[in-house]
């Protein structure tokens, strides 16, 4: 009996074994896989084609929005600028090439590109660029390029900045909506879409004011890096003599008129690529997908990195927004880590609902009563609301083309009697118990007394406004008031008037937080974890198994842009706090 269990567990030992083996085997085949996978072909041209959502955080994108682009993973304008500097030292990438598809983008976006393709080009990787048509934003990115090309039949829309605004208040009349508005704040121009048919006096200076700030540096931006006549090249803007291919070739915007493939068949010429094998390129999104990226530094003690972008909303603890719901637990245990010894804030946020945002402000507060540091760090929008979560930081720095400020407050409360009443012929009566019962319904009107209520309500929450700027910039009430009442400033407007503390980058706050906090050891923690959309996911695996495009991804431009304005709209209606934030998104 002895011999039999003897012989019996070495025969359960062998099959184990065996087993283990086999599993081994097949482990290092699929790591093997991976890793081919995983490799970038030698002698790749990174591609970039960025006429897609381009967030902070990559992956944190507003899953009304990333619908329309979820074929791609959305990769984060930080981490974009960290693979464009990787691929510097990546001996299988031998160039760039930026292919245009009329992008439009935020300008602080731009610029914090055009600054790692400027390192790049500067490491003798040369920069191609082609359009079939170039928007402003294609050719802010494609000025620093070695060779641009435009198609035959192509054009550069070069036209200028503006600022458009829709004027909902004629519809909503139309409709029977009278829309009650309250604001506080002359240059508040968020409030005036649903109470006037165009813009105020104050709202058009106020936008005049920080596009010609915006433009003046993108004319001269233009002008460095293609070596012309600022002064003519804005001329040149202003009377559409660039448009034409033939144009901006003679005035040196372009190099090339050529046809796609031909532009190809230059790139395999200039790389000396035999002319039966394919253009080797490699996208930014499969880049990223391939790459690690290391974060830097080491040891226990950590900086945090929040990214706090999007429309600030009440209740939503969806991606690519801002909530009471999602960043104040968020905040708080990071606070309660010991490890986490300083705290970047980087706000790319238009603003949105009051009441989530004092939440934030508070969670600050209570970082600088533990003393921990906190810095904030401006992306393309650090308005209104998106000002209010981060005033109260101890050092905050602005892109120079931030859109800051915008302090000030308004309320919408819609009244639907007409339309109920007059032309659906739906009534209400009620029955009450006390006064104010069945107030602030937007089936009965305002009276007098409700009127006054609301009016009161915004002017508090202002002046509340005013005192948590005044204290976090440690400025009189009616210091603030002079720069606040709604208007919006550039970063370095902002700077001048005391609104932030330096003109720098995301890694400039990161510095400055490693400083305050006595660090020279450090890792960096990025906030917050993306969580995925299941159902988006599963889309992307349907569709790429059927190789079939998303509908949704097939939107042009204006149907995005329309797409945008509906829901921003939506949110807006939705909302039942007062609200902090721009009427506009600038795009270029």
Partial sequence: MKQFFKFFTASCL?????????????????????????????????????????????????????????????????DIKALIKHAINDENIQGLVIYSSGMTAELSDCYNLLTSLKEFKASDKPIYMYGDFLSQADYMLGS???????????????RGFKAMYPFYKDMLDKLGIEMNVFYAGEFKGGSEPYRLNKMSDENRFQTREFLDDLY???INKIAENRSLDPVAFREGVTNLSFMYPEDALENKLIDIISYKDDFKQMLKDRFNIDEKKKLATIDI?????????KKSGSGK???????????????????????????VPL???????????????????PGGNSYSSEQIWECIEDFKEDNIPVIASYGNYAASGGYYISCNAQTIVSEPNTLTGSIGVFSLFPNVTELFEEKLGIHFDTVKTSKYAVSFSPYFELRDDEEAIMIESTKRLYKQFLQRVAKGRNMDVDQVDKIARGRVWTGKQALENGLVDKIGT??????????????????????????????VKFVQQVMSSQDVSMPMSNLGTIEKEWLSKYLKLRTMMENKQPQMSLPFELKI
């Fill in 285 to 293: 999104a499969s880049y990223y997908d391939k790459t690690y990226l």
């Fill in 301 to 327: 003690d950590k900086i945090a990195v929040v990214y706090a972008e999007g429309e600030i909303q009440f209740n939503n603890e969806g991606n690519g927004v801002i909530s009471e719901v999602k960043y």
């Fill in 216 to 218: 003046l540096e993108f």
């Fill in 506 to 535: 995301l890694e400039d706050a990161i510095e400055i937080a490693a400083s305050l906090a006595g660090l020279e050891n450090y890792r960096l923690v990025e906030y917050p974890k993306i969580k995925e959309n299941q159902f």
């Fill in 144 to 158: 620093i390029a070695d060779t641009v090309a435009v198609n035959i039949n192509g054009y550069l829309d070069i």
């Fill in 14 to 78: 062998g099959t184990l074994a065996a087993l283990g083996l086999i599993a081994g085997v097949f482990a290092l085949i699929g790591m093997s896989n991976v890793a081919s996978k995983n490799k970038v072909a030698k002698g790749s041209l990174l591609t970039l084609d960025l006429n897609r959502v381009i967030p902070e955080k990559s992956k944190n994108v507003d899953s009304n929005i990333s619908f329309t682009d979820a074929e791609k993973t959305a990769v984060g304008i930080h």
């Fill in 331 to 349: 905040l708080n245990k990071i606070r309660k880590d010991k490890n986490v010894k300083a705290v970047v804030l980087r706000v790319n946020s």
